[in-house]
C-alpha cells in the first residue's frame, strides 16, 4: 500500500505501534531459544556442566512460554489495528460517495462500488491482520538468524548466503506474476457482481418473460470466466510452498554436508550444528511468510488502487460555504440554458437554449417524449449537474451562489423511482425533516393521500415498509415519498413524473390538496399525461431538448403541434 491510504491509520495508530513492538519482542525470544540450545549441548553438557545445563535451560522454558504470551497479546493488538483500519476506510468510502455530485458517481457502477466497499476493503484488511506479523516479523527474524548463524559458525552459516538468493528470486518471479492475475480477478468479480445485482433487482421481469435460462447461461460463462482466472492466479500462488519446501530440504542437505565434514575436523560443534537446523527452520518459515506475504500483497495493490481511485474521485461541483438563504416566496429563472452531458460530443447537447420564468406559487409543468430533456432541466434546477451554458436563478441569486444544504433546502425532487429507505412508514417521513410535528406530519399524509394508506395498516405509521419499500406498492411508494418530501418544507417542489403509478383520479385529488395546504408551494410537475399538467399556470413542450412550445393548455392544444397530438391521442385513449 501506497502512501495515500497511510492517514486512515490514524485511529489505530495506538494499536498498531504495540502491535508491532509485541512482534519483535516475540521474534527476538523465538530466535534466541535455538542459540541457548546450542549453549547448553556444546557447553553444559560437553562438560557435564549441571549448573550451566539448568541456568540455560530454564532461560530456554522462561523465553518460550513468555514468547507464547507476548504472541497472544500481539495478535490482540494486530486484530484491532486491521479491524480498526477496515472499518474507517470503508467509513471514508462512504463519506466520500454521499459528498459526490451525481456526474461523479456516474463513473462508477453500483455493483462495482459494493465490491469495492466490501471484498476490496476486507481484502486490505485481511492483508494488514495477516501481513503485520509477517511484514515486520520475517526481515527481523532473518536478520537475527543470519547474526546469529554467522556468531556460532561462519563457515557452516555461508550454506544460508548460497540458497537464500535462489529462493528470494523465484519468490519474487511468483509475486510478479500472479499480480495481474488479482487485477483480473477484481474485474471479473465486478462482473460477477453485477450480473447477480441486476438478476435479483429484475427477477420478475426474467420470471415473466421465462428467460431463466438464458441468464443461467450468462451468469455460467461469466462463473467460468472468474472461475478460469482465479484458478491460474491460485495455481500461480501454490508454486510457492514446494519451491520453498526445496530450498528447505536443500539447505538442510547443505548444513549436513558441510557441518558434518566440520565437526570431523574439529571446526564445528554438534550443538552449533543443532541450533543452526533449527536456524534453518525458522529462516525457511520466515520467507515462506513473506512469500505469501508479497504475494498478498500483489492482491491487496489491485484492490488499493480500486479504492483510491473512489476515494481521490473529485466532485466537479463547488459549493460556496455562505449564509445566503433563499426566500419564502422565491422567483426562478431560467436563461439561456444549455446542457451537455460529460464525455459526449462538442455538438450532442440534451438541453438547447431554454428560457423560461417561474413567479413564486405558481405551477409549470413540462411534458414531452422520451428523452427530449424533461428529467435532465429538473436537475439541473436543483444543481444535480452543473449547466453547461446560460444561468439558473433562483431568488435574484445564480443557484451557484447558494450552499449546498440552502439550495436543497429550497428545491426538493420527487424521482419517478423513489427510494424508501428499511424501517417504518414513520421513519421514512422523518428522513425528510427528523423535527416534523404531528401535526405537519398529518397534513403531509393528507396531501399526498398517504392517509389513507396508514389507516388501513395494522401499525399505522409504525407499519415496516421493506428493503427498498417492498412491502408496499409502486403507487403507495410513490405517496409516502410525496409525504416525505413536502416535510422536507421546500419552497419549490419538483414531481419528476413521481406519481406515475397513480391514477389519473387520485392523481388529481393529490394536485388539488397540494394547492389547498400548501397555497405558497412553487410547484414543478414533469409527466407523460396532460391529465396531470393542463391546469398548470405554465405548460413547456420539450422535443428533441429544445422548446418546442410555450403556454397554456388551452393554447398549446390550439397551437403546438406535439402537444396537439400528445392530448388528442391521450383523450382518444380515455374514451376507448
Known amino acids: 500500500m501506497k502512501k495515500g491510504l497511510f492517514k486512515y491509520f490514524k485511529v489505530v ?5 504495540l502491535a508491532i513492538f509485541f512482534i519483535l519482542f516475540e521474534t527476538v525470544l523465538e530466535t534466541l531459544v535455538p542459540f541457548m540450545a546450542s549453549r547448553v549441548v556444546d557447553v553444559g553438557i560437553a562438560n557435564n556442566d549441571l549448573p550451566y545445563i539448568y541456568k540455560w535451560g530454564a532461560l530456554m522454558v522462561c523465553s518460550a512460554f513468555l514468547a507464547f504470551f507476548i504472541g497472544i497479546i500481539g ?39 459494493i ?18 506479523r509477517g511484514i515486520f516479523r520475517a526481515p527481523f527474524m532473518i536478520t537475527m538468524v543470519l547474526m546469529l548463524s554467522f556468531n556460532m559458525n561462519s563457515k557452516v552459516a555461508i550454506v544460508f548466503a548460497l540458497t537464500l538468493p535462489v529462493i ?22 465486478d462482473e460477477l457482481n453485477r450480473t447477480l445485482q441486476e438478476n435479483f433487482q429484475a427477477i420478475r421481469v426474467v420470471k415473466a418473460y421465462v428467460t431463466e435460462e438464458q441468464e443461467e447461461a450468462k451468469f455460467k460463462a461469466i462463473n467460468k470466466m472468474y472461475r478460469k482466472v482465479a484458478s491460474n492466479a491460485f495455481m500461480t500462488v501454490s508454486l ?17 554436508l558441510v557441518g558434518g565434514n566440520l565437526i570431523n575436523t574439529g571446526e564445528a560443534k554438534i550443538g552449533e550444528i543443532q541450533g543452526l537446523l533449527t536456524f534453518v527452520l525458522q529462516l525457511l518459515n520466515a520467507m515462506l511468510m513473506l512469500a505469501q506475504i508479497l504475494i498478498m500483497f500483489g492482491r491487496t495493490s489491485a484492490s488499493k488502487s480500486r479504492i483510491s481511485e473512489v476515494l481521490n474521485t473529485d466532485t466537479s461541483l463547488e459549493y460556496l460555504i455562505n449564509d445566503l438563504s433563499v426566500k419564502a416566496k422565491p422567483s426562478l429563472i431560467v436563461k439561456d440554458v444549455s446542457f451537455k452531458y460529460p464525455g459526449t460530443s462538442d455538438d450532442n447537447y440534451a438541453l438547447k437554449n431554454i428560457n423560461f420564468t417561474l413567479k413564486a406559487g405558481e405551477t409549470l409543468g413540462i411534458i414531452g417524449q422520451t428523452g427530449s430533456g424533461k428529467s435532465t432541466l429538473v436537475h439541473l ?16 441569486h445564480n443557484v451557484k451562489d447558494y450552499s449546498a444544504d440552502n439550495l436543497l433546502d429550497a428545491i426538493n425532487i420527487v424521482f419517478q423511482n423513489n427510494m424508501l429507505f428499511s424501517g417504518t412508514i414513520r421513519d421514512n417521513l422523518l428522513w425528510g425533516n427528523k423535527d416534523a410535528s404531528d401535526e ?14 396508514v389507516n388501513k395498516l395494522a401499525n399505522g405509521l409504525n407499519s415496516e415498509v421493506g428493503q427498498a ?10 405517496r409516502i415519498a410525496l409525504a416525505r418530501a413536502l416535510l422536507k418544507r421546500p419552497k419549490i417542489l419538483v414531481l419528476d413524473d413521481s406519481l406515475s403509478a397513480i391514477d389519473t383520479i387520485n392523481e388529481g385529488k393529490i394536485r388539488t390538496k397540494l394547492r389547498k395546504l400548501y397555497p405558497q408551494l412553487t410547484l414543478i410537475i414533469v409527466a407523460q399525461r396532460v391529465s396531470a399538467i393542463k391546469d398548470a399556470d405554465h405548460i413547456l413542450v420539450l422535443h428533441e431538448g429544445e422548446i418546442h412550445g410555450a403556454g397554456t393548455h388551452n393554447s398549446l392544444v390550439e397551437n403546438d403541434e406535439i402537444y396537439h397530438d400528445i392530448y388528442t391521442t391521450q383523450l382518444k385513449g380515455a374514451k376507448a
Open 75 to 113: 495478535v490482540r493488538y494486530v486484530a484491532r489495528t486491521g479491524q480498526g483500519f477496515g472499518a474507517e476506510l470503508r467509513r471514508a468510502q462512504f463519506a466520500k460517495l454521499q459528498s459526490l455530485d451525481q456526474e461523479a458517481r456516474d463513473k462508477f457502477a453500483v455493483s462495482s462500488l
Open 13 to 17: 495508530w495506538k494499536e498498531g505501534i
Open 168 to 189: 528470494a528470486f523465484a519468490m519474487l518471479v511468483i509475486v510478479f506474476r500472479v499480480r495481474p492475475l488479482y487485477e483480473r480477478m477484481q474485474r471479473n468479480f
Open 381 to 396: 434546477l436543483a444543481r444535480l449537474y452543473d449547466v453547461t451554458d446560460g444561468e439558473i436563478i433562483l431568488d435574484d
Open 469 to 478: 419499500g417492498s412491502l408496499l406498492s409502486g403507487g403507495q411508494k410513490q
Open 115 to 132: 465490491t469495492r466497499l466490501t471484498n476490496d476493503t476486507y481484502t486490505i484488511q485481511n492483508a494488514i491482520i495477516i501481513g503485520m
Open 240 to 256: 510457492n510452498s514446494p519451491i520453498m519446501q526445496l530450498g528447505l530440504y536443500s539447505t538442510i542437505i547443505g548444513l549436513l
Open 440 to 453: 405537519e406530519i398529518n397534513r403531509a399524509l393528507e396531501a399526498s393521500l398517504s392517509d389513507e394508506i
